[in-house]
């Protein structure tokens, strides 16, 4: 057998579609009866154009959230805590019972304290000095 060889790069859809199965996999030998995690996303548009969503996934009894985005012209209007209360209604409809998000404190975790999501974790200086990762939880 050849040597192993180790190959980086940017992105690569085959290669996070085989990581994702083959850790579904693994999570469902490990997790029997709890059904496969399954995508949740919602979204806004207006004149056929987006201008606000959110994405994440739910599993078991959690929700959590990968992106949250509103259009710059959008914001402090409402429409995020509409999206939101939606992803989450959704999520309680599926059996979940907490949510948990990361934002970097030049991001929202304002928007999320004032949705009740509480901070459960900092990473401090991540990505850089001055600036953090702040990770939240939600009972639902």
Known sequence: MDDPKIVTGGADA???QRLDDELSR???AATPGVAAA???TVKVEHGGQLIGGVSGWTWGQAAGI???W????????GLGATLMAAF???????GCTHAFVTSFTFQAPA?????GYAEIFRWESVPTPGRDDVHMRKQL
């Open 26 to 28: 693994f999570n469902r």
């Open 38 to 40: 399954e995508e949740l």
């Open 66 to 68: 990968g992106m949250t």
């Open 70 to 77: 509103v259009h710059e012209d959008q914001r402090g209007t």
């Open 14 to 16: 085959a290669l996070d």
């Open 111 to 115: 928007f999320y304290r004032r949705l």
């Open 88 to 94: 989450e209604e959704e999520a309680v409809s599926r």
